[in-house]
């Protein structure tokens, strides 16, 4: 980005502004002093804003969105789409169309119906229309190429607005607020500043000194875009190296592949003896074991039926009965015991009721 330097604004003009009786007081910072009823403005200022400006319009160019170019100014018009042109930016140098930023669907189906009549006149069908059809035609054209033929590229929204005169475009930036679109714009001393994010104080009545301010905006973009091209370029360059180093390390990991196979075979067929080994092993073990079952019941035939007796419950059988003997032999102790204090109880009954007597 080339230097900015005071002396190529000083001789451009830019420091001419109003007169002081229509100032904004908000321009009252970036002015530098009063001069035969006219404010100069502050040329380092300037200097610092469009460099400020310029990093941020470069940024934004290498992104890849685009920055739209408004001024309708007849001093402006030419200069503004000679020079956006080089750059291959959209810019609006007629009337501003109404709801060109929140109406943008209807600005695209209008550059839609301009490049559908393109397309009649290439295949042909233009031809069949009537002579008065034709002129109809025509005159639609040149409107829609007049008024929207700069922006028949921009399929989105712009990344940014640059305006030259925001009094004059005061529809343009509305339209970006209420969108959120950040403003850069040339600012005299007549207007508001604060309704612009990146404000260049700059005289933007004077060819020269717009000629100037375009010039340093426009290098700005350029290198941006030049940033975005070199930034692909870079991109494809490694995309293409990607492929070809792919296809090398493929072939030298072949022969390691190679060799891999067989190993690998190896471990299958070692894996698959060792599940077979076990499985007849296990075979063997169950053969055995029913061998020695069968062995021990032809042994002892005759304990089955002495399982079957239950020897436990015969036992448990026994018990009662030897408690039964128990308590018989132990019965007549007990009843002798019982019965003798009965009879002592029935005669002390006896006597107490003859002496109640």
Avoid: C
């Avoid at 002081?20 to 009063?34: D, Q, V």
């Amino acid at each position: 980005m080339s230097k900015i330097e005071v002396k190529d604004l000083l001789d451009a003009g830019v420091h001419f502004g109003h007169l002081t009786r229509k100032w904004n007081p908000n321009m009252a910072p970036y002015i530098y002093m009063e001069r035969n009823g006219i404010h100069i403005i502050n040329l380092y200022k300037s200097v610092a804003k469009i460099e400020e400006a310029n990093e941020a319009l470069s940024k934004i160019a290498a992104s890849g969105r685009k920055i739209l170019f408004v001024a309708t100014k007849k001093q402006a018009k030419d200069i503004v789409s000679e020079k956006v042109a080089n750059v291959n930016m959209p810019y609006i140098t007629e009337r501003w169309p109404g709801g060109m930023l929140t109406n943008f669907v209807t600005i695209r189906k209008a550059v839609k119906k301009m490049a559908a009549i393109d397309k009649m006149k290439a295949d042909g069908t233009f031809n069949t229309l009537s002579k008065k059809e034709k002129l109809q035609v025509d005159r639609l054209r040149a409107k829609l190429e007049k008024n929207l033929g700069s922006i028949s590229d921009m399929t989105r929204l712009p990344g940014a607005l640059f305006i030259v005169d925001i009094r004059r475009e005061h529809i343009a930036v509305k339209e970006a607020q209420k969108l959120n679109i950040p403003i850069f714009a040339m600012v005299d001393t007549n207007a508001d500043p604060r309704d612009v994010d990146y404000v260049i104080p700059a005289n933007d009545d004077a060819s020269k000194s717009i000629e100037k301010i375009m010039t340093l905006v426009t290098e700005a973009v350029a290198e941006g875009l030049k940033e975005r091209q070199k930034d692909k370029a870079d991109a494809d360059a490694a995309a293409t190296e990607g492929e070809v180093v792919a296809p090398t390390i493929a072939e030298e990991a072949a022969p390691a592949v190679e060799e891999a196979k067989p190993a690998k075979k190896k471990t299958k067929a070692a894996k698959k003896e060792v599940v077979e080994e076990v499985a007849a092993v296990e075979e063997a073990v169950e053969e055995v074991t029913a061998e020695e079952v069968v062995e021990e019941a032809k042994a002892a035939p005759v304990e089955a039926p002495a399982k079957a007796e239950k020897p436990a419950k015969a036992k448990k059988a026994d018990k009662p009965a030897k408690a039964k003997k128990a308590v018989e032999a132990a019965a007549p102790a007990e009843v002798v015991e019982t019965e003798e204090p009965a009879e002592d109880a029935v005669e002390d009954t006896d006597e107490e009721t003859k002496k109640e007597k």
